[in-house]
């Protein structure tokens, strides 16, 4: 009995597809956005500029495709769950497939021509955005939405 109350509570503690794209969508609309301002306006980095908000579109775009293929990984693990250091390899790899589609390849359309689009600045626009997603998942959207983990990941 305890074992099936056990996996009960693991399945609906789990974040589904749904909940991981409502707070991916809900965490970089907040913020990612407040966090690209700075870069934006030309305070952090080379002038101002909407580059930033185009990757985080991108981020968020592509993500929603990439949440699907991490929740099948997710339902093939024995615990269900999804793991903080998988959270960090999956923004790696979403980095380096954003940089690559804008930087690299080209197949992502940029406001700015893409040599004037540096690797520094890069890393320190997404690793700041990913670092306060990161935080905002761990730490406020249990404080905002005490169910939330309860319900998939759903906050709406």
């Known amino acids: 009995m305890v074992n099936c109350e056990l996996r009960l509570a693991n399945y609906f503690m789990t974040p589904t597809l ?4 409502q707070t991916r969508i809900l965490l ?11 870069f934006a306006m030309g305070w952090i980095g080379p002038g101002s500029s909407s ?23 997710q339902k093939s693990r024995w615990d269900r769950d999804w793991p903080a250091v998988y959270q960090v390899f999956a923004g790696i790899w979403e980095m380096l497939f954003v940089w690559c589609g804008v930087k690299l390849l080209g197949f992502l359309p940029i406001p700015i021509p893409k040599e004037n689009l540096f690797w520094g ?3 320190q626009h997404y690793l700041t955005v990913w670092l306060a997603v990161f935080i905002s998942s761990q730490v406020i959207m249990r404080i905002i939405f005490p169910f939330w983990r309860f319900r998939g990941g759903k906050w709406l």
């Open 18 to 21: 749904i909940g991981r794209w």
């Open 28 to 38: 970089l609309a907040t913020a990612g956005v407040l966090v690209s301002l700075p």
């Open 51 to 73: 580059i930033y908000f185009v990757i985080l579109l991108y981020v968020a775009l592509f993500g929603l495709g990439w949440d699907a293929v991490y929740n099948q990984i």
């Open 121 to 123: 600045v890069f890393f």
